[in-house]
Every structure is written in C-alpha cells, then in structure tokens.
C-alpha cells in the first residue's frame, strides 16, 4: 500500500534570526502534504517561535517544539529533535535544514523511494540530491564511490592518502572503475538535510553524537547507521533546493592551505571543530578497519604540510592550536571545547 503524506513527520532545526527561511521551508513542506513537525529552536531569537506558530494556526499544522536557549551545535540539535519524534512515536520522519525548500514533487518521489525500499528491509534511509553537494553531485555523473567519498576510506585524513595520491602522481589511478550514471545509488554517508529516515531506523536509537558539536557530525551520525545494517540510498531524482540558490559546485577554489592559515582569528573556531571532528571519525574509521598505520602516516604528512604552511604565513600560534584539536579528536576528547558564537554558525559551511 503506498505511504500517506500523513505518515511524514518533518524535523527541522534554525537558530538566530532565521525565521523568514524556516517558515518558508515550513510551508513548503505543508504545501507537499506534510502536517507534523518537529522544530528545534537552537538559540533563536523569539521572533522565530511565533512566525512558526502564526503559520501553523493559519495551515492547521501540529508543530511540537524542541527549544534551547542558546545555539548548541548541529549534533545536540538534531539529535534533540530526533529523539523527540520518536517519542512522538512518529512515522517517519523528513530531516530539513531550515534553508532547505521542497518542490512540490518533492515528497511524492520520497514516498515512492521509501515504498519500494521497505519492501526489502524495515530499516532504511533516503537521501534527497543536493546539486552543490561535491560527492553527490559526483556519483550522479557516475565517478566511483571511492573517489567521490575519500573521507570513508579508512586510513585517509581528511580524505588524503599519501599512497593513492603517489599512483595518481604515477598514472596508477585505483579509486574503482566508472559506472553509468543512475537514480537510486547506495552511499556510505549523507547530510542531515534531505534524508528521509523511516520507522525502523528512527527506532534503533542510533542518533547524532552530541559530542561532535558540529561539522562531520551528519557523516558520523548516517555512517554508524549504514554499519548497523541501515539503507542509506541517494535519489538524485529528488532534488532539495538551498535557500541561497547555490546550483553547483565552484570550481575556483583557494589553495586549501593558504586558505586553513588565513582563517580570521573570530572564525578558527570553524576549523578546528573541522579539523578536530575529522580527526576523530578518520581515526575511528582507521582503528575499526585494522589500519591504523595507514591513518598515522597520512595524518603526519598533512601536519608536516601544515606546518610548512604556518611558517609561511606566519601563523605558528593558529598551527599549535590545530595540533591541539586533531590530537583531542584522536584521543575522543570532544565536547563544545569551542564556544559557538550566537546566530552565527551554518550546518552547510
């Protein structure tokens, strides 16, 4: 029997003064047929609470609210929000960055998606495509996993394998062979944003680690999924629009290390979740894979390579710092070590 709109239950959650794009990804959501919400309120300014509640009395929408006083993370948020629709004893459940606009075909391809998937499994994930997304946009045009994923190959550092980056030097490319390009593909990981959880894998109890804060959280948070058996599938039929328009990926990219070591002294608190977070799901990946050398070698070259880089821009100050957080992330000492500053982080940076 085809799956009722009735049955999606839509989480999202905004900070700061966002509510003019909330309540439009509210509303589009509605206008698909979707009548649940469950919206965290991560440090929002009050006018965000009562656009959202003007709007759902004008729709007769149930919203169930998730509020915290301040701006936590995107982990503690979505894990808050996450473990509130189950409660709930929710359906299944359409994550939502508050910037994230449906289309009104939108939810008819998710629904079509999710039926023809549980019929192989109770436990199952439906990734909507994001066109700026860099390894989305990359297996949609067919490149191998391996090298659309590179953070997902155990014994890399943010996605760098000194190995496989010496065979591409020497013409020995061994990331997986190209395949024609399709709509449904199975993927190791996925953003918060655009992924449609269904029942089954709502209750394993398998939720965001609040510990990350934020940045690779979502990959860490879908990637223990898929290990406990969940189906992790990306539709690239489903398109999910950004509110800022972004349509694809830019191709005029500063050097990564002169771009890390010019980093603004009120923005490092970016890099080094980043760089912390990494650290920690790289190493992770590495230990439970059996290849922990590997990890050691590539994480050393990329400290090297940055401390080259600190010297030259003169930034040994920003280098100690990044040392202290991918050392942490390595020995699991996570946590909001990192104030957030108020309303100013976004999930997509």
């Known amino acids: 029997m085809p799956i009722n709109p009735n049955c999606i239950t839509v989480l999202t959650v905004t900070y700061g003064h966002r509510a003019h794009l909330v309540t439009e990804t509210i509303a589009r959501a509605a ?10 309120l991560n440090g929002s300014h009050p006018d965000s609470r009562l656009a959202i509640q003007t709007l759902a009395e004008r729709h007769n929408l149930r919203v169930q609210y998730v509020c915290n006083p301040r701006n936590i993370g995107s982990a503690p948020g979505f894990a808050a929000g996450i473990v509130e629709a189950r409660r709930l004893n929710s359906n299944h459940v359409l994550i939502l960055d508050d910037d994230n606009w449906l289309d009104p075909t939108s939810l008819v391809g998710y629904l079509r998606a999710l039926d023809s998937a549980l019929d192989t499994q109770p436990d199952v994930m439906i990734a909507g495509y994001h066109s700026a997304n860099g ?3 990359e297996v949609s045009h067919g490149v191998p996993i391996r090298r659309a994923y590179p953070l997902c190959i155990p014994g890399r550092f943010e996605g760098f394998d000194l ?6 030097k020497l013409g020995r490319k061994s990331l997986g062979v190209s395949v024609p390009p399709c709509t ?3 993927i190791p990981v996925a953003p918060y944003g655009g992924l449609l959880m269904s029942r089954g894998a709502i209750n394993k109890a398998i939720d965001p680690n609040r510990e990350l804060v934020l940045y690779h959280d979502d990959y860490d948070f879908t990637r223990r999924h898929v290990e406990s058996g969940t189906s992790l599938m990306l539709e690239t039929s489903i398109k999910i629009n950004d509110a800022d328009g972004k349509e694809a990926i830019s191709t005029q990219r500063q050097h990564y290390m002169s771009k890390l070591f010019t980093t603004p002294v009120e923005e490092e608190w970016r890099l080094l979740y980043r760089l912390r977070n990494a650290a920690y799901t790289n190493w992770r990946l590495a230990t439970k894979e059996r290849v922990p050398a590997r990890f050691i070698m590539n994480y050393t070259v990329r400290i090297v390579a940055f401390a080259i880089f600190a010297v030259r821009h003169r930034n040994l100050g920003l280098y100690a710092r990044i040392i202290t957080a991918t050392v942490s992330g390595i020995r699991g000492k996570l946590g909001e070590t990192y104030k957030l500053p108020d309303a100013v982080y976004s999930t997509n940076d």
């Open 163 to 168: 190995i496989d980056r010496l065979k591409e």
């Open 31 to 40: 206008a698909a047929g979707v009548h649940d919400f469950v919206v965290v």
């Open 135 to 137: 390894p989305q946009h």
């Open 184 to 186: 449904a593909i199975s």
